[in-house]
DNA sequence: GTTCGTGCAAACGGTTTGCAACAAT
DNA sequence: ATTGTTGCAAACCGTTTGCACGAAC
């Protein structure tokens, strides 16, 4: 049996077709892509999906925790299958998002606040990606 | 002579009435502001300005380094008079975002990242404001 | 047969654009 | 005269909503 549907059903999701196609694209994706970039790639096996229904998967997946919805780019939100915490890289020119491990990172000093309850913290870098 | 007035002309700004009023809705308010914010802030005191005005001096003052435009929030972005580096803290309840100043913080490890060439760095924390 | 999932189209909120009028230089 | 600034309305893009059809339990 396909190992998406048993991911789904594992977390108490019905396997549509629909479904297993969001899952297909999103968590399989490093590419952080937005609910409409989900949803060309979706498309491209399975041309009648609808807009809302991947909408409501993704959201779904998000409620879940399949994936995590992260607001890193300008006016959308992107979807990341990586739940564990870690950090983000956005290539200023490219606008690409890239994951940095969380041990790549140490922050210090969030414990100590005064006036907030920090739950979760993550580093946002800004920078190029070098010429590989 | 309001020293809004002159800060304006230092950055090579022309001095109109509403960029004056944009200027000190925006560069005075440290609840980082929506560009529909900052307009309706701004239509209090000057019913008759126009979104699109809102919409071009905001980008003039981040083209001219007087605000920071920061994507801390779904759907839009905000604007940030504290223009030197600085993190930020994002109410879970309220969705508020505060300012940590740099120094409350260290970050480690952004420097020896093999693929990445760091240009700036913040950190984003999230969780709830401690009740004063 | 009631619940759950899907598709469609319309609505929505934030932002951008095109253009005509006007002020500044 | 040329350039810069404003206001209005329409367009745009990502997202949400309402509703009716159909599938699954």
Redesign the interface.
């Known amino acids: 049996m396909d190992p998406v549907i048993e991911l789904l059903r594992k977390h108490g999701i019905q396997a549509t077709p629909q479904r297993i196609a969001v899952a297909q694209v999103a968590l399989e994706s490093a590419a952080h892509p937005s609910a409409d970039e989900v949803l060309a790639q979706v498309r491209r096996r399975c041309p009648t999906v609808s807009r809302a229904t991947v909408y409501n998967t993704l959201h779904l997946f998000v409620e879940r925790g399949l994936l995590h919805a992260q ?5 959308t ?1 992107v979807f990341d299958p990586l739940v564990e915490p870690h950090h983000h ?1 956005v290539d ?1 020119e490219t606008g690409r998002i ?1 994951d ?1 491990p969380w041990d ?7 414990r100590s ?18 010429r ?1």
Chains 1, 2 share one sequence.
């Open positions: 607001v890193l780019r300008e006016g939100v890289f200023d890239y940095v790549a990172l140490k922050v210090t000093g969030h606040l005064a006036d907030f309850d920090v739950r979760e913290h993550q580093v946002v870098l800004r920078g190029r990606r070098r590989t």
